[in-house]
Structures are given as C-alpha cells and as structure tokens.
C-alpha cells in the first residue's frame, strides 16, 4: 500500500493522540502532522511516546486558520486529513456555548474550504485524497431503555450545544461530499476510556478523586447508561474506515458496552479498592486515598444535581462497520479498564499535573514555549 501523508487536527487530545501512537506503531513509513491549538484539553506531552519520530510533525494552530491549514497541505502534500479537533465536554457545552460553534462547526468549515480548495479547486489531490471526520453517537439524541441502538440511518436528535454542534459539523461533512466531490467519511463512536482521558470525564475524574480521597460527583439517579469502548479499538475502527471504507459514507464505532453511570463508578471503586489492598505500595504512593487504602472508594460516592438535558442512555449498533469493514474490538471492558486503571496509577505525574493548574508550567518546563 502506498505511503500516506497524515494531518491530525486535535493530535494532542485524548483519542487524538492515541490514534497518532497507534497509527505508527502501525504504519511506521506514513507521515504524520498534527495540528493542534493545545487548548486545556490538548498537551504536548501526549504526544511524547513519537515526539522524535522523523516521521512525525507538531503544529501549534488553529483549524480555524484556513490559510495555514490550506499551506500544510499543500506543503507537506497531505493526502488524509483526519480531523479530531474539537471542543468535547458536554458540561462545558451548557456554561458556555461559544467555543462549542466556534471550534466544531466554524472550525470544521474551515477544513473543509481547505481541502477543497487545495485537492480539488487546485487539483492537488483530485481523486486519492480523504477527510475523514470523526464524530459521535450523541448526535442521535437520546434512548429509552428498550429502544434499539442507534444505527447509521436513526435521524440526528442533538440534544446539548456539545452534540449540536457537532450534528451540525456531519451535516456540512456530508454537504462538502455530495455538493463538491469532496472524499469524506464519517465516524459515529460512543463512549471513549483509556490513557490520556482528560480528568473532567467520568472515568479518569473517578479515578484520580479517588487518588485524593475527593467525592464521586454523580449527576441525577446514576441511572443513566453510556456505551464504553476501549480508546485503541476507536483508533482500529478509524484505520478501518479510511482503509476499507466507502466515500460518502457514515460506520458507528461501538463495543456492545453498555454501562449504568452508577454501575460503572461501583465497578472502578471495587477494582481500586482490589488494587491496594494487594500492592501494599499504593498506599505509600497514594497517601491521600484513605478510603481506597480501607478498602471502601464507594464512601466517596456523592449523588450531585442532574446535568442539565441529560440524555438518559446511548447505544451504537455497529453492525454496518462490523460486516462491511470487519471491525470487532479487541479489548473486553475487564481487559481495557484494567489497563486504564495501571496507566492512571503510573502516570501521576501527566495527570497531577493536569488537575493542579500547572500544566502551562510543566510545559514550559518540559519543551520551552510552545512551537509555531
Ligand atoms: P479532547 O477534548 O480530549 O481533545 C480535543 C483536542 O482538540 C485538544 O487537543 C485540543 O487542544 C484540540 N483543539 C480544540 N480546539 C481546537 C482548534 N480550534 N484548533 C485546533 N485544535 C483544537 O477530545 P477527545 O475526547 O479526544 O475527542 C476527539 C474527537 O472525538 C472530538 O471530535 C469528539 O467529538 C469525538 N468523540 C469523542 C468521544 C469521547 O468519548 N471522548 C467519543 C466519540 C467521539
Ligand atoms: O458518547 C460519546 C461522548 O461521550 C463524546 O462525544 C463526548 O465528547 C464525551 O465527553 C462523552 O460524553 P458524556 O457526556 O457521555 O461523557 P462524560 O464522561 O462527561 O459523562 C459520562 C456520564 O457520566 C454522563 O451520563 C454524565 C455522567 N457524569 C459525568 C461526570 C463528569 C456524572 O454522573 N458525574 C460526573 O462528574
């Protein structure tokens, strides 16, 4: 196969930069460039693991900036742009809108007048290029408990300005394609976990509260259900799609893992508490997880008011990408949780960092100011 020229928007993100590992660990003679703002959400040292790969580029920008998006692809002759770059937390959606529109659609507009322009009004890549837009289940609204799982043809229902935005980005994906020709495809995915998962989502946040011993905020009656993929098999279904995967069209990415909030957040607590009551060694590293260390992370559970427009349950059906592109996952929730769970309890230094504020600090620290 021939080599391909990668451009990641959002590469220093959590599911960004696990594709970016997992696509050269993979396909080590493909170039990749990622372009990333380093938002709060986004860190260099993500990205660490391929910093000095010779194959690997970091750009500091915006996908808001068409003039520098249209130059690194003529630049570099990108031939796949796969574009993660997005303002993602639904909390941060309800107290403040603007950047959710900005970044997610005037952002994703940005792309696509670049790619057309430099692929096919210049014709630099008329026929073998590809953007692929990797978007999410919740564009589909909202489930009731014995309603079927969202596939690629259930009608759009965003319910928050996060999933609202993000519809509204598919929809000009989608426009780009059938009014212009451009090469798009459109990935639909739940639920992500794993390494590099910023600690204001549900999963990390439970995991380092309880590292420092803080509640276990949970919104409403925890009842409300969430679809949990293993971030790596994300990244598989991706490769997937832009190897296998028809122009024009939309795969749902899924894992069949359907978990309660409440259900989730008792399942972390007791593997936590398993964790340190047979390595003795956490309770030294960790000295502020007393109840961990007791054996009982469940006393930090603490029911908080609802989100507001909650949606109650998501389920991808991802029977399209399975038989068509052969996607399976490969980790089952007890596999990717596990490793999520040692990756957090070695990797205190990313995420300490992360919560205190200091970031900016390491980063500096760690690589000077950031490079244009
Ligand atoms: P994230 O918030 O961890 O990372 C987003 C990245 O985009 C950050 O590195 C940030 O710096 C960068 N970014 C933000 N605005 C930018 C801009 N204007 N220009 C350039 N870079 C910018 O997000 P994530 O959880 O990794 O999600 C990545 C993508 O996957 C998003 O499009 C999201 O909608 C989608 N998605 C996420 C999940 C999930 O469970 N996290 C599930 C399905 C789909
Ligand atoms: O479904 C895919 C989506 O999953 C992605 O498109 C989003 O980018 C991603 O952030 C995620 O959205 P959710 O809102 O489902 O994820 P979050 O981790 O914020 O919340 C998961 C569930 O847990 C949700 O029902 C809200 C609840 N929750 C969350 C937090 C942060 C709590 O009960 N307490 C919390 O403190």
Not at 196 to 204: A, G, R, S, T, V
Not at 256 to 267: F, G, K, Q, T, Y
Not at 287 to 316: F, Q
Not at 364 to 371: D, F, I, L, S, V
């Amino acid at each position: 196969m021939k080599n391909k020229t990668l451009l990641v928007t959002g590469g220093a993100g959590f599911i960004g930069a696990n594709f970016v590992h997992y696509w050269m660990r993979n396909h080590a003679n493909d170039k990749v460039i990622v372009l990333d703002a380093l938002t709060y959400a986004g860190n260099r040292a993500n990205l660490d693991a391929v910093a000095d790969n010779a194959n690997f580029r970091f750009v500091h920008g915006d996908i808001c900036d068409t003039v520098l998006v249209e130059s690194l692809l003529r630049e570099e002759s990108v031939d796949t742009l796969v574009h993660f770059a997005a303002e993602s937390h639904v909390d941060r959606s309800i107290t403040g809108p603007d950047a959710f529109i900005e970044t997610n659609i005037i952002g994703t507009y940005s792309l696509l007048k670049a790619a057309k322009k430099v692929w096919i009004d210049e014709g630099l890549n008329k026929e073998g290029h590809r953007f692929h837009h990797v978007s999410t289940d919740e564009v589909y609204g909202t489930l009731g408990p014995k309603d079927p799982a969202f596939t690629e043809d259930t009608a759009y229902a965003p319910n928050s300005p996060y999933s609202a935005s993000k519809a509204a980005s598919d929809h000009l994906v989608r426009a780009y394609h059938h009014t212009y020709g451009l090469n798009i495809t459109t990935s639909n995915c739940s639920n992500n976990y794993g390494p590099y998962h910023f600690p204001e989502k549900l999963i990390p946040l439970v995991l380092t509260n309880i590292l420092h011993d803080k509640a276990l905020p949970i919104y409403g009656d925890g009842q409300q259900i969430r679809d949990w993929l293993y971030v790596e098999d994300h990244a598989r279904g991706i490769e997937l799609v832009l190897e296998k995967g028809q122009v024009g069209e939309n795969y749902n990415i899924g894992g069949h893992n359907e978990w309660a909030n409440i259900d989730i957040v008792n399942e972390i607590c007791r593997l936590m508490n398993k964790a340190f009551a047979t390595r003795p060694v956490l309770a030294e590293k960790y000295p502020e997880a007393k109840a961990a260390t007791a054996g009982k992370a469940e006393s930090l559970i603490t029911y908080v008011a609802d989100r507001a427009g909650h949606d109650r349950r998501y389920a991808i059906d991802a029977r399209k990408t399975n038989a068509e592109l052969g996607y399976k996952p490969y980790e089952s929730f007890e596999s990717g949780i596990a490793k999520t769970i040692e990756w957090y309890l070695s990797n205190d230094t990313w995420w300490k960092a992360v919560m205190d504020g200091s970031y900016l600090n390491w980063l500096t620290q760690q690589y000077g100011k950031p490079e244009e």
